[in-house]
């Protein structure tokens, strides 16, 4: 069974940081390209997810909105994915989505991927 486990969301003041994980399992880890995704109060999920990583080679991508304050790492002897996120802002607060691709598109985007964690609710409190 393929699970994608996001731990570590909480509530946080503006300026604060949080770390975010996403345990992986049920698939080759190594293959695919995990990142994050979010979801705003009353809002839609993102269709352009806020960054990734590839488990291939290493590469990483970030939306503009979040670039110089969020960062993936992944740990691929614990299939783990890591968001460590920075002087973070009150529009930060989403419910955050694990999610993983099998390719590396031209964007970090929904329509591409395979599988979806449950979330992790960020509050940034301002």
């Known amino acids: 069974e393929v699970q994608l486990v996001e731990s570590g969301g909480g509530l946080v003041q503006a300026g604060g940081s949080l770390r975010l994980s996403c345990a992986a399992s049920?698939?080759?880890?190594?293959?695919?390209?995990i990142g994050w995704f979010r979801q705003a109060p009353g809002k839609e999920r993102e269709r352009v997810g806020v960054?990734?990583?590839?488990?291939?080679?290493?590469?990483?991508r970030y939306a503009d909105s979040v670039k110089g304050r969020l960062t993936i790492s992944s740990d691929n002897t614990r299939n783990t994915v890591y968001l460590q996120m920075n002087n973070l802002k009150h529009e930060d607060t989403a419910v955050y989505y694990c999610a993983g691709a099998e390719v590396w598109g031209r964007r970090w985007q929904s329509e591409d991927i395979g599988y979806w964690g449950r979330g992790t609710q960020v509050t940034v409190s301002s």
């Open positions: 049920g698939f080759t880890f190594a293959d695919f390209t």
């Open positions: 960054g990734c990583i590839s488990n291939v080679d290493g590469r990483t």
